[in-house]
């Protein structure tokens, strides 16, 4: 409801055409307006899920091991891994083995929402825990497994599974970096970043926006993404895959910068979104180079056509837009095709030869190889220069 010009009255209107009827139409469909502005709606919304949630007898499991997914990861430096977990089904109970991924640990620590300490979340309960072996993904799912001989034997399949995945990448860019040093100029740039931060949702944010600043000339790849410190690993996977380094609101470690140092890295550091989005954005623009454009500076309409001796046929002249240059090329067009491209041989106003006319201005031109002009074309003066490549 937040969108100017909203109307909830719209809105049934046009869903009713694909058979979605409100229940105030006579349907069994709950409309309810919010804004996430306001928090206008949001009340409702919550009370209208609970009835139909009754009215459907819909129930979760809570006498079983909990199942659930990641909504936020980070790495506290006083606390360490921290996740906070929505429970889908089941119920989590403090001292749980928790497996996500690649990360697993006892739920040695579980927070509300409120921030208060509980012993267990059941279905549909938010809770932070504390206690995993690293920083899980967000948007991973959680579940609790018997033992922590179970939960390491997974993790470390997973991992394994996660390290395959990354060298088959890292020599995919090996690959792609030798193919591009033989010369092939048609192939399209490839940039590749690594990306480090302290949140999971960060890491999401930043590989969301810089991947799609791409275009036909460059595409833009992350590599490696992470949350947590800039680690020795990290560094020599840029090394291999010759990819520019971004660490938002994390560093890099003793050894990670070791190797930027001697290899001479590209490694960046920004604690805001958008700089991070401009600042790779000019970074990479640097890299296209630039590209001749075409930039249209006068048009001229032939009103009448004359014989010289000297230069052939001299078309009479009234330039419409901006200035016609002696110098520069131009082209005859004729019922907007262009029929011819050359030059101008002369360019003359009041028998005077001059280097340019203005819009406004009659003159007669002659073009430089070509006779067959007749009134009602027109004479398209441009230039040619050299602008640089952008990503826009």
Not at 184 to 208: F, H, M, P, W
Not at 325 to 340: A, E, G, Q, T, Y
Request: proline share 2%.
């Amino acid at each position: 409801m937040d969108l100017p010009g909203a109307s909830i009255d719209k809105a049934k209107q046009d869903l009713s055409s694909h058979d979605v009827i409100g229940d105030d139409w006579g349907g069994d469909v709950q409309f309810i307006p919010v804004s996430a502005k306001t928090g206008m709606g949001i009340d409702d919304l919550l009370e209208a899920i609970t009835i139909q949630a009754e009215l459907m007898e819909l129930k979760a499991v809570i006498d079983t091991p909990a199942k659930g997914i990641v909504v936020e990861s980070s790495l506290d430096k006083g606390r360490g891994p921290v996740a906070t977990v929505l429970v889908k089904s089941g119920t989590l109970r403090k001292g749980d083995m928790v497996l996500s991924g690649e990360q697993f640990g006892r739920a040695r620590t579980m927070l509300n929402e409120l921030g208060e300490e509980i012993t267990e979340a059941g279905p549909s309960i938010p809770v932070v825990i504390q206690g995993l072996s690293g920083v899980p993904i967000a948007g991973e799912e959680f579940l609790v497994v018997k033992n922590e001989k179970r939960a390491k034997s997974a993790a470390a399949e997973r991992k394994a599974h996660e390290r395959d995945s990354r060298l088959k990448s890292q020599q995919a860019a090996k690959l792609e970096s030798l193919m591009a040093s033989m010369g092939r100029s048609e192939a399209k740039l490839v940039v590749n970043l690594l990306i480090k931060a302290d949140v999971q949702g960060s890491v999401e944010a930043l590989t969301e926006s810089l991947t799609t600043l791409g275009n036909d000339d460059v595409e833009i790849r992350a590599i490696s993404t992470g949350v947590g410190g800039i680690t020795n690993a990290d560094a020599q996977m840029a090394l291999s895959a010759k990819a520019i380094i971004i660490g938002f609101n994390v560093r890099a470690d003793k050894a990670a910068r070791e190797v930027i140092k001697q290899n001479d890295l590209d490694l960046h550091y920004f604690s805001i979104i958008y700089e991070a989005i401009d600042n790779i954005k000019a970074a990479i623009t640097g890299f296209l180079g630039t590209e001749t454009k075409e930039v249209i500076i006068g048009n001229a309409e032939v009103k009448d056509v004359f014989r010289s001796s000297m230069f052939g046929s001299i078309a009479g002249c009234i330039v419409l837009e901006g200035t016609v240059k002696k110098d520069n090329p131009i082209r005859v067009l004729r019922d907007n095709v262009v029929i011819f491209e050359g030059e101008l041989e002369s360019l003359r106003r009041h028998k005077d030869d001059v280097k340019e006319v203005k819009s406004g201005t009659e003159c007669g031109i002659g073009v430089k190889g070509y006779d067959d002009i007749e009134p009602g074309d027109e004479i398209e003066c441009y230039e040619r220069v050299e602008v640089k490549k952008t990503l826009d």
